[in-house]
């Protein structure tokens, strides 16, 4: 082993090579020369067609396969001849998959290529054709939860690798995650892994797909919906490696559209924020901003906004979305995969900037963009803003406040002079969705606080008496119609202690005077500022004008609607200063 380190190699790839090169020499380990002898496995996962340090050229995929052991384990076996030109292909693939979370054994295994052959082989005819049966079974495994968490009113479905062994089927019902029923014990992770596997290969509508094979080192995408035969329903399908193994989520989408859009109200919003949505219809032209978390119902509203529209089916209509989710009516609706990467290469276009800059010169009424979160989409929006159309767009923001510090900075690029002059800036809104306490269930103060002191957590007992003594005495609020999760819950509610989801929001129609003070940055002046002239001020009251999302989570749970523990997910009561408080200081 004590050798020159050779010119251009690293000592540490050359320590390794040598190693490599000790493992097959028959005092160490036996080189393998038939299949009989081959350790019992699962599947290969290196190939021509697999991404990264596992892809393998075809003239060397019967001299180098990463394996993967029925134990779990993964092991790298060659050709001990070729050690040469494999050795460092051999360390990489190591590194690749050990940063995956794969368990790599440590010594690699010297196979001969023959045998080798007969591995890819067979494990190409299991993928691919012997497995048809195993495949078939695990589509309809995969259906059966859909159709589960379908009935369960659940918004999206997390298949998980775990350690020890184990996979579990979560679904998100009311904004909680929870164990699908009667999917807690006997789940292998095999199961769960060959279940994701085949409903990316097998379900997925092919232009959707980011990848035509299913990998556990690299992120996937698609939607599934002419395959899966479950009526009114498609799937939004994400995958991300992991530690133990890869995980999947699908979001669950309504198909139909000619089913009925949800009104505003039955939303959650509050009367006078419905009358601000169609004020905003009514514009019919200005930039309209959503802000939200992911799964705050954005692209719920923004289907419902648009096929509402009193120009829908009389007007030129289209979206544009990474992927269409759901179908809306009187839209044009076009799938384009996003490529930012081509943005900085002289001369290139990505097939999204393509696709918008065709759809502004087809003279177009409105113009939904979904997020906003680059120059080209940002582009879209105010170009067509300023034509007198409709533009909806998205944000990651956390609230009204943050809207133009987002569409300003470096790398979405608008500047504050285009979008504060004219008449640009449409409806602009903050949404949240958050569970609707079952009205059959929900517990008085006093039972809630029993409760938790027979379960014994004396931490949710001291919060949920301070948010009772802080809206009581801080807000000098009546208290009496709030209720608390029981998280016991009833037959009405499936034992869950919620019964669907309600939207809260803060919501405006930029005025001169927030114009002009956001035109000099003022933005958290100018929002002040147009609450202190719109809002009542009155915290008992289901007028939303100019209130925020904070002071609507708070109407929302005196009226014992939601669970009042949870208000402070929007802010801190001590942060809270009501419009009169701000007026008097002013003043002072």
């Given at each position: 082993?004590?050798?020159?380190?050779?010119?251009?190699?690293?000592?540490?790839?050359?320590?390794?090579?040598?190693?490599?090169?000790?493992?097959?020499?028959?005092?160490?380990?036996?080189?393998?020369?038939?299949?009989?002898?081959?350790?019992?496995?699962?599947?290969?996962?290196?190939?021509?067609?697999?991404?990264?340090?596992?892809?393998?050229?075809?003239?060397?995929?019967?001299?180098?396969?990463?394996?993967?052991?029925?134990?779990?384990?993964v092991v790298i076996a060659y050709d001990p001849s070729e050690i040469a030109e494999l050795k460092?292909?051999?360390?990489?693939?190591?590194?690749?998959?050990?940063?995956?979370?794969?368990?790599?054994?440590?010594?690699?295994?010297?196979?001969?290529?023959?045998?080798?052959?007969?591995?890819?082989?067979?494990?190409?005819?299991?993928?691919?054709?012997?497995?048809?049966?195993?495949?078939?079974?695990?589509?309809?495994?995969?259906?059966?939860?859909?159709?589960?968490?379908?009935?369960?009113?659940?918004?999206?479905?997390?298949?998980?690798?775990?350690?020890?062994?184990?996979?579990?089927?979560?679904?998100?019902?009311?904004?909680?995650?929870?164990?699908?029923?009667?999917?807690?014990?006997?789940?292998?992770?095999?199961?769960?892994?060959?279940?994701?596997?085949?409903?990316?290969?097998?379900?997925?509508?092919?232009?959707?797909?980011?990848?035509?094979?299913?990998?556990?080192?690299?992120?996937?995408?698609?939607?599934?919906?002419?395959?899966?035969?479950?009526?009114?329903?498609?799937?939004?399908?994400?995958?991300?490696?992991?530690?133990?193994?890869?995980?999947?989520?699908?979001?669950?989408?309504?198909?139909?559209?000619?089913?009925?859009?949800?009104?505003?109200?039955?939303?959650?919003?509050?009367?006078?924020?419905?009358?601000?949505?169609?004020?905003?219809?009514?514009?019919?032209?200005?930039?309209?901003?959503?802000?939200?978390?992911?799964?705050?119902?954005?692209?719920?509203?923004?289907?419902?906004?648009?096929?509402?529209?009193?120009?829908?089916?009389?007007?030129?209509?289209?979206?544009?979305a990474d992927p269409v989710e759901y179908l809306i009516r009187g839209v044009h609706q076009i799938?384009?995969?996003?490529?930012?990467?081509?943005?900085?290469?002289?001369?290139?276009?990505?097939?999204?900037?393509?696709?918008?800059?065709?759809?502004?010169?087809?003279?177009?009424?409105?113009?939904?963009?979904?997020?906003?979160?680059?120059?080209?989409?940002?582009?879209?929006?105010?170009?067509?803003?300023?034509?007198?159309?409709?533009?909806?767009?998205?944000?990651?923001?956390?609230?009204?406040?943050?809207?133009?510090?987002?569409?300003?900075?470096?790398?979405?690029?608008?500047?504050?002079?285009?979008?504060?002059?004219?008449?640009?800036?449409?409806?602009?809104?903050?949404?949240?969705?958050?569970?609707?306490?079952?009205?059959?269930?929900?517990?008085?103060?006093?039972?809630?606080?029993?409760?938790?002191?027979?379960?014994?957590?004396?931490?949710?007992?001291?919060?949920?008496?301070?948010?009772?003594?802080?809206?009581?005495?801080?807000?000098?609020?009546?208290?009496?119609?709030?209720?608390?999760?029981?998280?016991?819950?009833?037959?009405?509610?499936?034992?869950?202690?919620?019964?669907?989801?309600?939207?809260?929001?803060?919501?405006?129609?930029?005025?001169?005077?927030?114009?002009d003070l956001s035109a000099v940055g003022k933005d958290r002046g100018a929002w002040r500022n147009?609450?202190?002239?719109?809002?009542?001020?009155?915290?008992?009251?289901?007028?939303?004008?100019?209130?925020?999302?904070?002071?609507?989570?708070?109407?929302?749970?005196?009226?014992?609607?939601?669970?009042?523990?949870?208000?402070?997910?929007?802010?801190?009561?001590?942060?809270?200063?009501?419009?009169?408080?701000?007026?008097?200081?002013?003043?002072?």
């Open positions: 082993l004590a050798q020159p380190t050779p010119v251009n190699e690293s000592p540490g790839l050359h320590l390794f090579a040598q190693v490599v090169d000790a493992a097959h020499r028959p005092q160490l380990a036996e080189t393998i020369k038939e299949s009989g002898k081959f350790p019992g496995w699962i599947s290969v996962l290196s190939g021509p067609a697999v991404s990264g340090a596992l892809n393998v050229p075809p003239e060397l995929q019967d001299k180098l396969l990463a394996v993967k052991l029925t134990n779990g384990r460092s292909r051999i360390f990489l693939m190591r590194s690749e998959l050990s940063d995956a979370g794969h368990a790599v054994d440590a010594n690699s295994l010297p196979v001969t290529t023959g045998v080798l052959k007969e591995v890819r082989l067979a494990a190409e005819k299991k993928s691919h054709q012997g497995g048809g049966q195993i495949r078939s079974a695990a589509v309809g495994q995969f259906k059966e939860w859909i159709e589960q968490a379908k009935a369960l009113g659940a918004t999206d479905v997390h298949l998980r690798i775990r350690g020890g062994g184990r996979g579990d089927v979560m679904v998100r019902v009311d904004g909680d995650l929870e164990h699908l029923p009667d999917s807690q014990a006997g789940l292998t992770n095999n199961q769960v892994l060959t279940c994701i596997k085949a409903a990316y290969e097998a379900l997925a509508d092919r232009h959707s797909n980011s990848d035509g094979m299913f990998s556990e080192m690299e992120p996937r995408s698609c939607i599934i919906d002419s395959q899966l035969g479950i009526p009114n329903l498609r799937l939004r399908f994400n995958s991300l490696q992991g530690h133990y193994g890869p995980m999947a989520v699908m979001r669950l989408l309504t198909t139909s559209v000619d089913h009925k859009p949800m009104s505003f109200d039955s939303m959650g919003f509050a009367p006078s924020q419905c009358a601000l949505l169609q004020k905003a219809q009514r514009m019919e032209k200005g930039l309209m901003i959503q802000c939200g978390i992911p799964g705050s119902g954005k692209t719920t509203v923004a289907k419902t906004f648009l096929e509402t529209h009193p120009k829908n089916g009389i007007g030129a209509f289209y979206q544009v799938d384009v995969q996003r490529n930012i990467a081509t943005l900085s290469q002289i001369g290139k276009k990505d097939p999204y900037s393509t696709i918008i800059e065709s759809i502004l010169r087809m003279d177009p009424d409105a113009l939904d963009v979904g997020e906003v979160r680059d120059s080209v989409s940002a582009s879209a929006v105010a170009v067509a803003a300023k034509s007198g159309q409709i533009a909806l767009g998205t944000l990651h923001t956390g609230s009204i406040m943050g809207i133009m510090g987002r569409l300003t900075d470096d790398k979405i690029g608008l500047s504050r002079g285009e979008l504060t002059s004219g008449k640009i800036l449409g409806l602009l809104t903050y949404q949240a969705l958050v569970a609707k306490l079952c009205p059959h269930c929900a517990l008085e103060e006093k039972e809630a606080l029993r409760r938790l002191d027979l379960i014994g957590d004396r931490r949710a007992h001291s919060y949920l008496g301070f948010v009772v003594k802080t809206m009581r005495e801080q807000l000098r609020l009546d208290v009496t119609g709030l209720r608390f999760r029981n998280y016991d819950g009833c037959s009405m509610c499936r034992d869950r202690g919620t019964k669907g989801q309600t939207i809260l929001a803060e919501m405006m129609i930029p005025d001169e005077e927030w114009l147009y609450q202190e002239r719109y809002s009542d001020g009155d915290l008992t009251s289901g007028d939303m004008t100019g209130k925020s999302v904070f002071e609507h989570a708070i109407y929302k749970g005196l009226q014992g609607e939601i669970d009042a523990t949870g208000i402070e997910r929007f802010d801190l009561f001590e942060n809270y200063q009501s419009v009169a408080s701000k007026t008097a200081g002013a003043q002072r």
